[in-house]
Each structure stands twice: as structure tokens, then as C-alpha cells.
């Protein structure tokens, strides 16, 4: 029991305590977020063709707009800025270097105070968009808009969504979750002779299995304004978005669905940015199951992308009933940009011999340029090889920390098993890959090597699995230093 005479030193004691709390100096805000958002269309008035397929296409209206949605985050300490980025998801089959130099040069110009080496633009691999690059197809000259006039009306329209979504920033909110969905299908098909073929027929006596994993998670971030309205979200989809790749009509493929779904659930001005993750070995195409499958979609009187969209946009209500339990609004933000060199695939001779084989049967017919030109550019690198002139694969990495979250990049159509490593190596609580920052060569993995097929083999693929390994150990590198307590 107290006594009278002790209280007061304890009095004393708590006194003191208040007072040396007082005037400790208050723990500073990790930083202020700034974010703004915005969406333009990058689809064109004209005729094009479209990009994809080995075949050309010309387009026959549009069915579906293709966009460019921007994100721009800032992290602030005070009046100083400390970090920035501006990711730009576009309705693509990927990102030529030369549109994306021209879209930063055109930044520059725009944003003085922006490093544009900071610009990330991804695609999300409708093959029912643009062509974006010259000489791939044979395409008419008159009443079709050509590659390199459609290039710079989007590099254009890039900047202008970059810079929309930069110059509207203000004070805001991030958070984060994870849904999931059935959305893709590992789509190359083992069979008894050891051999893979992507779509290969399941239903055959020889079938022996789906080559590789799947990642049906749906990582999602979220962006509210300082009065808590949702002002935009990025959805990272481990899917390509082809389900109707074969059409002939401008379309954003499934992600038209998902916006529309989600903006008429929380508003039209929502900006949504579709990020397509490591999906090199994936589609939404149906391998097995597909009379029950179908069965059930018939049922609920959808189309199959709406279908699709019906379950990312379940995924991502449920990403969000979390998320939004947790804003955070003092998040420091840490981008870094490095140039990583990858190892070449190493071509052999009796590739290159195939390769020479397939140039002289197709070469006599115009309309197979597209076929013609992948060949040859396995001979052209087998002869730098034998030169002893080839130079590794250059890539540029962008590795972000948002808080508790990491955001990884890389320019491939890229295997689901790498982004199943860097996820489960990665330091971040949750992490977002992000591929096709760049033109979208296949990275494979050795067992799809050893099976072979389109997209294993070489004329698919410039990096091989020990390019793509290093890919892994590089990345994972680098978001480990954005960690460095861990």
C-alpha cells in the first residue's frame, strides 16, 4: 500500500515524465503522397492495322477504345520533393523503345522538373491494337494510317496523359490488397513424346499435363484524395489480355469490361490502370474443362469477357474491402532505375539451319514479311555469334517501394515462374511485376525449352533461363536494398 510520504515522490516522478515527453520532439511523417491520375485515348481516327498476329490485319471499326491511363505519385518532405514516378498503362501489345524515347523526349518538353527516366509505360497485350513499328507487315499505303505515323500520335498522347496526371497531384492516400481470380490458364500442353505445344489439344490420348504454374492472385493498389474519394487503382492481372486476339476490330480486349464494371460500382472518373504480370506461358483461352465452363457462362447470360471481368472485378472488391481499412497518407517512396545486362540465348546450328530453311520457304510470298523477318533474325544472330560481336540484351529495371509494397518491371513476355520467385523472394509485403515495359520477347523457362514450341523456341526468344535467372537474382537485388533492414 502507498503511504501518505510516498506519494509525493511519485508525484514528482509523473511530473517529471509529462514534462520530459512534452518536450521530446514529435516523430516526423514518414513523408506526404501526392498522386493525381489520368486516362486519354490512343485510339486512332483512321484505318490501321492491327499488331499481334503473323498475318496482317486491317482494322473494321472498333468495337472497344484503347487507352493510356497514367498514375502519378510524389513523396514529399516539406516543400522538397524526395522521389517521384509516372506509370503509364496503355492498351498495346507492348512498348517499342523508340515510342517510348519520343514519349519522354515530348515529356521533357512538358514536365522540367520531371527525370523523365522515371516515365514507366507498360502494355497490357491486346493484340487487337495499333501497329506501332515499320516493316513488320505488308499493309496498304493508301487509306490505312502507317506504323510510324500511328507511333507518334501515340508517344503524343502518352506525354499528354503523363502530363495530366502530374500537373493534378495533391495531397492523397495509397493502399493495398489482394483478391483472386481464375483469369489465365497456363496454356502450353505436355504430351507423352516429351514435347509442348502452346493450345495444344488436351483432350488427346497422349495429354500428359499443364507445363507450368499459374498466379491467380489479383494485386491491387489504390488511391484516394485527402477527403477520401477513390481517385484511382492499378490492377495487376498475371494474364495477357487476348481473348479475342484473332478479331478485327480495335478492342481493348478484357479490360474495357473490367473499367466499365468498376467505374459504373464507384464512379466514372475512377482512373484504372491495367498492369499485366508475369505472363509469358498464360492466357485466358481455355485449355480443359471447357463444355462446363461454357455451360456456366451461357448460364449467367455473359460473354466470355465479361466473364472475365465479372471475376477480376469480384477480386478486386475484395483487395478493396481491405485496402480501404488502411490509407495511409505518409508513405515514403523510393524508385529506382537501373540498367540490368541479360545473357543472349545461344542459337545452334541446327536452329539456325531451320531458321535459314523457313526464310527461303516463305520469302517468295509478300504477305508472310512478319514470318520472314522472326527467321532471320535468328540468322542475323547466330552470325554475330560466330563474329564473336554480340552484345548482351540491355534492359532497364524500375524498382519501386511504396510503403510496404514493391512494384518491379521488365520489358519481356515473361514466364510465370520468374514472377512467382521475385514475388516469393522479394523483401515487400506484397509485390506488383509488372511486364511488357519494352517490345515483349518471350523469356522462357529451361523445362519450356527442353519442350519447345512457339514462345520456347529460339526464333521466340532472345534471353534464354540463364538470362532469365539473372533477371530474377538482379531484381530481387535491387528490391532488397529499398529493404534494408530486412
Not at 179 to 190: T, W
Not at 293 to 313: G, N, T
Not at 377 to 394: L, N
Request: overall charge neutral; some cysteine.
Amino acid at each position: 500500500m502507498m503511504t501518505a510520504t510516498s506519494r509525493g515522490p511519485r508525484r514528482l516522478i509523473l511530473a517529471a515524465t509529462t514534462l520530459i515527453a512534452s518536450l521530446a520532439p514529435v516523430q516526423s511523417r514518414a513523408a506526404e503522397l501526392r498522386v493525381g491520375a489520368a486516362t486519354v485515348s490512343i485510339t486512332p481516327d483512321r484505318t490501321v492495322a492491327l499488331q499481334g498476329q503473323m498475318n496482317t490485319r486491317i482494322s473494321k471499326g472498333v468495337r472497344s477504345p484503347v487507352t493510356a491511363t497514367a498514375l502519378a505519385i510524389e513523396s514529399r518532405q516539406g516543400d522538397r520533393a524526395t522521389d517521384h514516378a509516372i506509370l503509364v498503362a496503355c492498351d498495346l501489345v507492348g512498348i517499342d523503345q523508340a515510342v517510348l524515347d519520343r514519349s519522354r523526349a515530348l515529356l521533357k518538353d512538358r514536365l522540367p522538373g520531371f527525370d523523365v527516366r522515371k516515365l514507366v509505360v507498360s502494355a497490357t497485350h491486346t493484340h487487337t491494337a495499333p501497329v506501332y513499328s515499320d516493316g513488320q507487315y505488308l499493309i496498304p499505303k493508301d487509306g490505312v494510317m502507317q506504323p510510324l505515323d500511328y507511333a507518334e500520335f501515340l508517344a503524343g498522347r502518352i506525354a499528354e496523359a503523363a502530363a495530366k496526371a502530374w500537373t493534378s497531384r495533391s495531397p492523397g492516400r495509397a493502399g493495398w490488397g489482394l483478391g483472386h481470380a481464375v483469369v489465365a490458364q497456363n496454356r502450353r500442353a505436355v504430351f507423352a513424346d516429351g514435347k509442348t505445344v502452346m493450345y495444344g489439344v488436351t483432350g488427346k490420348d497422349d495429354f500428359r499435363g499443364i507445363e507450368g504454374p499459374e498466379d491467380q492472385g489479383i494485386e491491387v493498389l489504390f488511391f484516394w484524395d485527402a477527403e477520401g474519394k477513390l481517385l484511382a487503382t492499378a490492377v495487376n492481372v498475371a494474364c495477357p489480355s487476348q481473348e479475342v486476339e484473332g478479331d478485327s476490330v480495335i478492342d481493348a480486349d478484357f479490360w474495357h469490361e473490367i473499367r466499365q464494371s468498376l467505374k459504373a460500382r464507384h464512379g466514372a472518373d475512377l482512373q484504372i490502370l491495367g498492369w499485366t504480370g508475369a505472363a509469358g506461358d498464360q492466357s485466358p483461352h481455355l485449355m480443359y474443362r471447357k463444355e462446363a465452363e461454357e455451360r456456366m457462362r451461357r448460364l449467367r447470360k455473359l460473354s466470355r469477357l465479361e466473364e472475365l471481368a465479372r471475376r477480376v472485378v469480384a477480386a478486386w472488391e475484395e483487395a478493396y474491402e481491405g485496402a480501404r481499412q488502411e490509407q495511409h497518407d505518409d508513405l515514403a517512396l523510393i524508385h529506382r532505375v537501373e540498367t540490368v545486362d541479360l545473357p543472349l540465348r545461344v542459337v545452334t546450328e541446327e536452329e539456325v539451319a531451320g531458321a535459314r530453311k523457313e526464310v527461303a520457304t516463305n520469302k517468295p510470298f509478300p504477305e508472310r514479311r512478319w514470318v520472314v523477318a522472326w527467321y532471320q533474325d535468328v540468322i542475323d544472330r547466330y552470325d554475330r555469334q560466330k563474329a564473336g560481336t554480340p552484345q548482351p540484351y540491355r534492359m532497364e529495371l524500375h524498382a519501386i517501394r511504396l510503403g510496404d509494397v514493391a512494384i518491379a518491371t521488365n520489358p519481356f513476355e515473361l514466364y510465370t515462374q520468374y514472377g512467382i520467385q521475385m514475388k516469393a523472394r522479394s523483401p515487400a509485403l506484397q509485390t506488383f511485376v509488372i511486364q511488357l515495359t519494352g517490345p515483349g520477347t518471350y523469356l522462357p523457362t529451361a523445362p519450356a525449352v527442353r519442350g519447345g514450341g512457339y514462345s520456347a523456341i529460339v526464333a521466340s526468344s532472345v534471353v534464354g533461363p540463364e538470362g532469365g535467372q539473372v533477371l530474377v537474382d538482379r531484381t530481387v537485388g535491387v528490391l532488397q536494398s529499398l529493404w534494408p533492414s530486412k
